[in-house]
């Protein structure tokens, strides 16, 4: 199906065998009911709202008769089974009711006529996709997740898996994806993914949490930060040859195939046919690999451009575009496939940029961008999208979508006959659906591209960076293996860096009062601040075999900027919380309480490492998917962490050496440490256990209680069972003098540089002198 | 007006239009039916469902209409206090 202004022609596409206009009866039904189920919604939450805001038995004395009978009918219209059904919604107690009707697989009307709306919406992919219809085990998933049978459901999904394989048996259901994970999510009893599934199926907005789970996709694209960078880098011969040299749809969208998902963009200047020079961003999809690494175009990245309205990977074009010398107002096309499509719809919409130039197109094939909108009017947007990709429906809109969300955009929604997921998802797929299954829309996208029909008179690849990369000598300074050497302290010799062989370790990432980490700072480091709190880690070990004997130790740090840092510090990127990557040396922790059960180990972290250590009783007991944690000092507890971690996903290869930057003072002179080492690693996102604060007097207690720490759970969990770890001697900072004038804020235009970061010049002396590879 | 009394009228007033709302939430799922009664792609299950739920909206209405009914009663009374 493609939709353009609702006057043109719409061109066949493809060889879908659909009654276009059955289905869109039946989607613009599907629409209806959406919005009959959001009247009924707002019915409730106005009910829920009388019922719970306390007005009606707040004169109760007054009039004890009539207030009864009107709290007894409010309460009888939103629990009526026959009517609203179980409604009570909005506001603090109407989403604790609603979430717990979910759990008790409570329905109200308005989920239930959202109900039917979804299943019509399969209905109408249904009739563009027959055999939806005519495979036996899709019919039974289909039937069995719209009538609420669990079981059944889980079992036909199990068969589908079963019988084609997963790939296959994602392809089959990729064009009802969406719907059916809605629907899963509106009847299942999770409670944490009613919104999710409220927002796909009302077309409301982009769905920020994963319809299964609930775990919010919102929170893990928030972890993908940075100014963004570009650098100019060179094609390789054979990649040169294989760049087209002419300007047209297809090859644009060869060149993103040829550019490929390596983390590189390409920008050519094409000479149009009234002779004007114009210029076309290409930008490829997600960068495959580690989840978070040093490109904008990663699994991070991904989620980011899709669900924020700024992102690295944008950022970091606006800093290509910018230095390729693009001269402002000039005209430019931007084309971009998957993440890369999301990438340029999110530049698009930047209002800086698009009041610099003249963006004319956008052109994106297989991405999720529903829910967004390019900032001047008179860009012309065109999105293809095939039925059986399931990445375009990651914003939660995918061939089943009823809404007329873009109706001025030209969309293409096709199917075709191999159709098979994640094959159907490449780039080069969507190039040869263009150029032979869809020939009228390739010739309308082209037809509308014509101002860029010429030779191509210069093209230029940039490598993207989700921020200014860290200098090759920098990096290769940390790995320089350090010496052993000897420290005195009052519990005797120590030789450093300490060496552990075997241990455990826990790391619980929480958000805390922003004024209470700073009065803990005491004014030397600035807190790293996540949406107006500080972060804060409880670093738990359990260090069974050392150099220092066995030894278990709790410790509260502050996530800090480095010393010498200006300006408010950036939000902690995902990787400074993993601290695995080059950037490493920019956020560190600063450690305020440490407690540790033996007079060596306290000595150590006291004298050698300059933290405020005293010592007591740590146990730690870790088991699967839980952890158990008690500091006890002086007889009397001083902190407690418990619970179940949740699920978990391991962060790197098992072989990679990761580091934590420690930042302290020592006999009043500013060090800095730096913690390596080794072992899997596992990230819990949403983890369940709960800090509970003792009514001590204990400095570590009391520096709980001030952040607000006492019953608070850890926005994030990282645990190593099997730790081997190494920790180099503290070496005093030589900080930057601080510059002349005061700096200016970091620019918010995307496409300016950021300011420059002095944790290089301050992380540099000992970078090289106190770390090692690990063992 | 009193505080409780304007309040409470109020909530009476949102949800009399509420009553009103969910009967014309009846009559467009109504008009839905009917619509798609002739079309043959409309699936078979569908207009059972729609039928119960012309009849939850009905029934939803009427509840409210009662509600808003109660607490009108509610607000003239505290307000024939205060006189």
């Keep these: ?775 | 007006m009193p505080a409780h009394q304007r309040v409470i009228a109020a909530h009476a007033e949102a949800l009399d239009a509420d009553a009103e709302a969910l009967t014309g939430c009846a009559a467009r799922l109504h008009a839905l039916a009917a619509r798609l009664r002739s079309d043959a792609a409309a699936p078979p299950w569908l207009f059972d469902t729609l039928n119960a739920h012309i009849t939850a909206c009905v029934v939803a209405s009427a509840d409210l209409a009662e509600v808003a009914t109660r607490l009108h009663v509610y607000a003239d009374l505290l307000g024939d206090e205060e006189h």
Aim: aromatic share 4%; proline share 9%.
């Design chain 1, 1 to 775: 199906m493609t939709t353009d202004d609702p006057s043109d022609d719409i061109p066949p596409t493809g060889p879908s065998l659909a009654d276009p206009e059955t289905a869109r009866t039946l989607r613009a039904a599907a629409r209806e009911l959406a919005d009959i189920a959001g009247v009924m919604r707002e019915v409730s939450v106005h009910a829920t709202g009388a019922l719970t805001a306390g007005a009606v038995p707040g004169a109760l004395h007054r009039a004890p008769g009539a207030a009864l009978r009107a709290e007894q009918a409010l309460l009888h219209a939103v629990t009526n089974r026959k009517g609203l059904g179980y409604a009570l919604a909005g506001g603090p107690a109407g989403t604790v009711g609603a979430k717990l009707g979910s759990v008790l697989g409570a329905r109200s009307l308005a989920v239930s006529v959202m109900t039917t709306s979804l299943r019509l919406r399969i209905a109408a992919v249904t009739l563009d996709n027959p055999e939806l219809a005519a495979d036996p085990v899709l019919a039974r998933l289909n039937e069995a997740v719209a009538a609420d049978r669990e079981i059944e459901a889980a079992r036909a999904l199990y068969a589908l898996v079963k019988d084609r394989g997963a790939a296959r048996a994602l392809t089959a259901i990729a064009p009802v994806f969406g719907e059916i994970l809605a629907l899963r999510a509106l009847l299942d009893e999770n409670p944490l993914n009613d919104h999710t599934a409220w927002m796909i199926a009302s077309g409301s907005a982009a769905a920020t949490a994963d319809p299964v789970s609930g775990v919010s996709n919102l929170a893990i694209a928030l972890l993908d930060v940075g100014g963004g960078a570009a650098r100019r880098v060179q094609a390789d011969p054979p990649e040169r040859r294989r760049l087209r040299e002419t300007g047209s749809l297809l090859d644009f969208l060869t060149n993103i195939g040829v550019v490929g998902t390596t983390g590189r963009v390409l920008i050519q200047t094409v000479t149009g046919p009234d002779g004007v020079e114009r210029h076309v961003v290409q930008a490829p999809g997600m960068r495959p690999g580690n989840p978070d690494n040093d490109s904008p175009g990663d699994l991070l990245g991904a989620f980011s451009s899709t669900l924020l309205d700024s992102a690295p990977y944008s950022r970091s074009l606006a800093k290509a575009v910018a230095d390729y010398g693009i001269p402002e107002g000039a005209e430019i096309a931007l084309v971009g496939h998957s993440a890369g499509g999301s990438a340029v719809m999110t530049l698009a919409q930047d209002p800086a940029f698009a009041s610099r130039y003249t963006i004319t197109h956008v052109v994106v094939v297989g991405s999720p961008v529903d829910f967004k909108r390019p900032a001047t009017e008179t860009t012309w947007v065109a999105s293809v999208a095939n039925q059986h990709d399931i990445i375009p429906s990651l914003d939660g809109q995918g061939a089943g979508n009823c809404f007329d969300l873009h109706p001025d955009w030209y969309v293409v929604d096709y199917t075709d006959p191999t159709h098979e997921f994640p094959a159907c998802h490449a780039v080069e797929h969507y190039t040869a659906n263009l150029a032979v299954d869809l020939p009228e829309a390739r010739e309308h996208i082209d037809a509308k591209l014509r101002p860029y029909h010429g030779p191509a008179t210069r093209s230029q690849l940039y490598r993207l960076y989700d921020d200014e990369p860290v200098p090759e000598v920098v990096r290769r300074g940390v790995a320089v293996a350090p010496a052993v050497t000897r420290a005195a302290t009052a519990s005797g010799p120590v030789e450093l860096p300490v060496r552990c062989d075997d241990g455990y370790a826990l790391t619980a990432y929480f958000v805390a009062d922003a004024q209470a980490a700073a009065g803990l700072l005491g004014g030397r480091a600035s807190a790293v601040r996540l949406g107006g709190r500080a972060v804060v880690a409880i670093h738990v070990s359990d260090n069974r075999r050392t150099s220092l004997g066995a030894y278990a130790e709790v410790g509260l740090a502050v996530l800090v900027a480095p010393p010498g840092g200006r300006g408010t510090p950036r939000p902690p990127s995902w990787r400074a919380l993993l601290p695995r990557s080059p950037r490493a040396d920019r956020v560190g922790s600063r450690f305020t309480d440490v407690l540790v059960n033996t007079e060596l180990s306290r000595a150590v972290a006291e004298e050698v490492f300059g933290h405020a250590a005293s010592l007591g009783t740590v146990r730690v007991e870790a088991g699967a998917g839980a952890a158990r944690v008690e500091a006890v000092a002086g007889g009397e507890p001083v902190m407690s962490l418990a619970g179940t971690l949740g699920p978990g996903l391991p962060v790197a290869a098992p072989v990679a050496g990761r580091s934590l930057v420690v930042y302290s003072d020592r006999d009043g002179v500013p060090v800095r440490s730096s913690l390596q080492w080794r072992g899997t690693r596992r990230a819990h996102p949403s983890p369940r256990l709960r800090l509970a604060v003792a009514r001590s007097e204990h400095p570590f207690a009391r520096h709980l209680r001030d952040l607000g720490l006492d019953g608070a759970r850890p926005i994030l969990c990282l645990v190593a069972p099997a730790r081997r770890s190494r920790r180099g001697a503290a070496v005093p900072l030589t900080l930057p003098a601080p510059p002349a004038d005061p700096p200016a804020d970091p620019p918010t235009d995307p496409s300016a540089d950021p300011p420059t970061d002095p944790s290089a010049s301050a992380a540099a002396p000992d970078a090289s002198s106190d770390v090692s590879e690990g063992p």
